[in-house]
């Protein structure tokens, strides 16, 4: 698992790579709370950094040959999918193995505030809670954590939302992935 590491304050993460395209991305809500919580803020970045990279590398279709070098943060990643529910779980488990639950009950659910409630809200807080659960379980590495959760996607641990033929969305388990145009 790539992993981006801070250790600062406000001038030192507002430096960061990425940061200010995170930010602007937020909720009003999420810009606030990263306002009042400089030093949570700045792990919470590098969290949701490190989930999504790892996504992109466990998921994405990218197959390049071993002298190409792709940037997995331009690959897709798409509301719905396998790729999308393990992000969630393995940011959540992360922001509660550096922050406490607490904090990262507080972080999953500022991002879900003002998102319309449909089937993409409702995959995204349960798998949010699935990786705070982990994140409380697992006292091992984030190479470890981001290995289990993995497997716990691999093996329907967690949820998707799959569109049907009729443009009517469901929620399933995410070893019920096909026609996924992330696989």
């Not at 466990?58 to 719905?80: F, T, V």
């Not at 990262?104 to 807080?125: C, R, Y």
């Not at 699935?130 to 959760?149: K, L, M, Q």
């Amino acid at each position: 698992m790539p992993t981006t590491t801070w250790s600062g304050g406000p001038s030192d993460i507002t430096n960061m790579p990425g940061f200010t395209q995170w930010f602007n991305n937020l909720t009003p809500t999420e810009k606030t709370w990263v306002q009042n919580n400089w030093t949570a803020a700045g792990k919470a970045f590098v969290n949701y950094l490190n989930a999504e990279t790892t996504s992109r590398l466990y998921y994405s279709k990218a197959n390049p040959s071993k002298s190409e070098i792709i940037n997995p943060l331009l690959l897709p990643d798409k509301d719905g999918t396998n790729q999308n529910a393990f992000k969630h779980v393995l940011a959540a488990a992360l922001h509660t193995k550096y922050l406490g639950s607490p904090t990262a009950w507080t972080i999953v659910s500022n991002h879900e505030l003002g998102t319309p409630e449909n089937l993409f809200k409702q995959m995204d807080i349960a798998n949010n809670g699935i990786g705070i659960n982990i994140g409380n379980e697992c006292s091992c590495s984030e190479s470890e954590i981001a290995t289990a959760v993995k497997k716990l996607v691999d093996k329907g641990g967690a949820y998707r939302a799959v569109i049907n033929n009729i443009n009517t969305p469901t929620l399933q388990r995410t070893n019920k992935a096909t026609n996924d145009e992330n696989y």
